[in-house]
């Protein structure tokens, strides 16, 4: 699957952005869908999953109740809520596909290129 992340930008600390992922193919269903994010200096780590059907979440606890990540299957697409943003929030954002549900990267077999967002203070 082929995948695409769009909305990021440059907000405000308290700001808030929804990033979108549009998924290429016919079996958008079967996958397990991630975000991930990578700021400056930093290691690629997790920020949230959702399941095939969207009725399992897993979140990062640096964005609980602050950000939420839904699907629409109908339209190949995963989305980020993002609310109440920080300036540690700065990074590259990636979508990632799975067929396993999962918080590690690795077991993420396709990934969009990223969006940046930017928090400044």
């Known amino acids: 699957v082929q995948l695409q992340a769009s909305g990021g930008g440059l907000v405000q600390a308290g700001g808030s952005l929804r990033l979108s992922c549009l998924a290429s193919?016919?079996?958008?269903?079967?996958?397990?869908m991630a975000w991930f994010r990578q700021g400056p200096g930093k290691e690629r780590e997790f920020v949230a999953a959702?399941?095939?059907?969207?009725?399992?979440?897993y979140y990062a606890d640096s964005v609980k109740g602050r950000f939420t990540i839904s699907r629409d299957n109908a339209k190949n697409t995963v989305y980020l809520q993002m609310n109440s943003l920080k300036p540690e929030d700065t990074a590259v954002y990636y979508c990632?596909?799975?067929?396993?549900?999962?918080?590690?990267?690795?077991?993420?077999?396709?990934w969009g290129h990223g969006t940046q967002v930017t928090v400044s203070s």
């Open positions: 990632a596909a799975s067929v396993r549900l999962t918080t590690g990267p690795r077991q993420y077999d396709s």
């Open positions: 193919g016919r079996t958008f269903g079967s996958y397990v």
């Open positions: 959702i399941g095939w059907t969207g009725g399992t979440t």
